[in-house]
């Protein structure tokens, strides 16, 4: 097969066909490119195709979304400004530069800087702080469009505000306004009937449940350990509105409230008070930028100058059907075995600092750290009601495990298996001396404190430590069966483990792609193909020392350059690759490394 303007290649096919994909660069020149194949027995097949650059397409440009909308003085505007270009064939043009300007006083944040493949790019504007318009602009391809909008005073329509007629609970009002101004809307249920301070009150109260020993424990209101001031647990007012209520834990910055509040949504605002916090909702956006709040205490109508506590959006949504919540007066963080936890909350109380953060996570186990030099804490239940006392003396690691509906509480111990320390490459059974390796367990770090791991009495060089993996890289041992210890703030354990003399793994960027660099070191892949003649680095783990390292694209050896340590890295291989001219290009080549009839699972390699 001959391409103008790039080397031949040659195929063979059982099928008699043959196809490949191309890659046009943005900055590709004007011109026709021809196509010719011939085969052993002499047929010829001719085709073109032609490139026009970017300078002899036309663009156009035109807006999406975004255009002719209302915001809150300073604050972000609900929606995107976005703009899609296309050529005069009406096919989208990826890949274009895209500028974006404002005007002065407003301002424009995390802009796309180009077209994505379908033609488009947006934008968020924030408004001036003050009540006028502003414009905003997208130039691409020498074509420009023009957005405008509106900032004027914003305050949330019909806002209920309702007090605390028993009391000067500013907490409990602020979340019963916001409560009932969403079941107004009809955006919340009312299984527990409409919310007022009473209603609400009552309900919080018999938020009880059992606790990790099955004794009756109530967690509507919750206080500090030692302390009688109590707060409304926040994560208990879904029940009341049939479990379909989103607890957002927000910086507490004015900036972040702002464009929170206008968008549509409420945020419960914690401001210092004395020794404690008063409880104040922002509902609104004055034109020069302020919060419009509502204040629920006797008196109120002062103006508030002064720094937030702690913010919290209470918001229409489903509710996680797993997780914990943990409150301590000691710094803390948890961490699930699986996915991420929310944002935690600091605001101050009578006595000291009340800290929560809730783990809305499906994860079975979690490991919360203290900070303090006394282990106090309380763990509450997402499933249901009820919360656990932590009162362990100088223990600050402890672990938190479900089984079926309880959970069970207990200081953190290590645990790991045998079958639990695999390649950090491909995640799987296989490592070799020098391999970057992964152990998956529990106990295994805890923050600020060292953990150390052996294999065979060598010390391996730990890379990352986390409480449920750390990954290492062995120290060089013979192949056969050895004893892996691992010594964490929470105690140590040894486990026989299995060493190959290789256990060969590429590392991966996404589903289907390596770690895999073109020669100018820049990352292979369907928008940046490797050219044909040019040579690739690919990165990976596991590979022995003693025998060589086989490439195969589509099944085609190709011929290796360099396969050793890769530069200031400990455990990670590099294998560089000489791409032939003749070689097949395509954006999907299937590439495999083989060393001692051991294959890395494939992976898309893409050559030009």
Not at 176 to 181: D, E, G, K
Not at 253 to 273: F, N
Request: net charge negative; proline share 7%.
């Amino acid at each position: 097969v001959s391409v103008s303007g790039r080397p031949d290649f040659f195929v063979t096919s059982d099928s008699g066909a043959h196809a490949w994909q191309v890659w046009i660069p943005p900055n590709a020149p004007s011109e026709t490119v021809a196509v010719r194949a011939t085969t052993d027995a002499g047929v010829l097949a001719l085709a073109t195709y032609n490139v026009r650059s970017r300078a002899e397409t036309r663009i156009q440009l035109r807006k999406t979304a975004g255009d002719s909308q209302t915001g809150a003085p300073a604050a972000a505007l609900p929606q995107a400004l976005r703009i899609r270009a296309t050529d005069d064939a009406g096919n989208p043009v990826a890949g274009l530069p895209v500028r974006w300007t404002a005007s002065p006083g407003a301002a424009i944040f995390t802009a796309e800087q180009a077209t994505n493949e379908l033609g488009e790019a947006q934008a968020r504007l924030r408004m001036p702080s003050g009540e006028s318009v502003a414009l905003a602009t997208a130039e691409a391809g020498r074509q420009v469009t023009t957005f405008s909008a509106r900032a004027s005073r914003f305050v949330l329509a019909n806002f209920p505000r309702l007090t605390d007629t028993m009391g000067n609970d500013t907490m409990l009002a602020a979340s019963a306004s916001i409560l009932r101004y969403w079941q107004n809307r009809g955006e919340l249920g009312t299984s527990g009937g409409t919310a007022d301070v009473a209603a609400l009150r009552q309900f919080l109260k018999t938020a009880c449940g059992a606790d990790s020993s099955g004794a009756q424990s109530c967690d509507g209101f919750v206080s500090l350990p030692g302390s009688s001031e109590e707060f409304v647990n926040l994560w208990r007012l879904g029940s009341f509105v049939r479990a379909s209520l989103k607890v957002i834990p927000v910086e507490p910055d004015v900036t972040a409230v702002r464009d929170l509040v206008a968008q549509g949504t409420p945020v419960l605002l914690a401001v210092p008070a004395g020794a404690s916090s008063r409880f104040l909702a922002a509902i609104g956006v004055e034109p020069d930028g302020r919060l419009t709040v509502y204040d629920a205490a006797p008196g109120a109508g002062i103006a508030w100058d002064g720094r937030i506590a702690a913010a919290v959006a209470l918001a229409p949504g489903e509710t996680s059907a797993s997780g914990v919540i943990v409150r301590s007066a000691d710094a803390l963080t948890i961490t699930p075995a699986a996915g991420p936890c929310g944002r935690g909350i600091e605001w101050p109380v009578s006595g000291g600092v009340l800290r929560q953060q809730a783990c809305a996570s499906d994860a079975y186990e979690y490991q919360i750290e203290l900070a303090g030099g006394i282990s106090r804490a309380q763990v509450s239940d997402l499933v249901s009601a009820g919360q656990t006392q932590i009162d362990g003396g100088t223990a600050l690691t402890w672990s938190i495990t479900r089984t079926g509906p309880m959970l069970q509480i207990a200081p953190q111990t290590i645990r790991f298996e045998s079958n639990s320390v695999v390649n950090a490459a491909s995640f799987k059974p296989g490592i070799a001396p020098a391999t970057i390796a992964a152990a998956y367990g529990a106990g295994l770090a805890r923050a600020g404190a060292e953990t150390r791991i052996e294999i065979a009495g060598k010390p391996a060089v730990v890379l990352a430590a986390l409480p449920f993996q750390v990954n290492f890289v062995l120290p060089e041992v013979p192949p056969g069966e050895h004893v892996i210890r691992i010594v964490s703030p929470s105690g140590s354990l040894e486990r026989n483990i299995l060493i190959d003399s290789q256990a060969p793994a590429v590392f991966m960027v996404d589903a289907r792609r390596g770690a895999v660099l073109n020669i100018d070191g820049s990352l292979n892949g369907p928008t940046n193909p490797a050219r044909r003649g040019s040579a690739v680095s690919i990165y990976g783990t596991g590979f022995g020392e003693n025998d060589p390292v086989v490439a195969l694209i589509n099944g085609r050896s190709v011929p290796v350059t360099y396969a050793g340590a890769a530069p200031d890295f400990m455990g990670l291989t590099q294998v560089n690759v000489a791409l032939p001219e003749t070689l097949p290009p395509d954006l999907t080549l299937p590439l495999v490394l083989r060393q001692a009839a051991r294959d890395t699972p494939p992976i898309e390699l893409a050559v030009d």
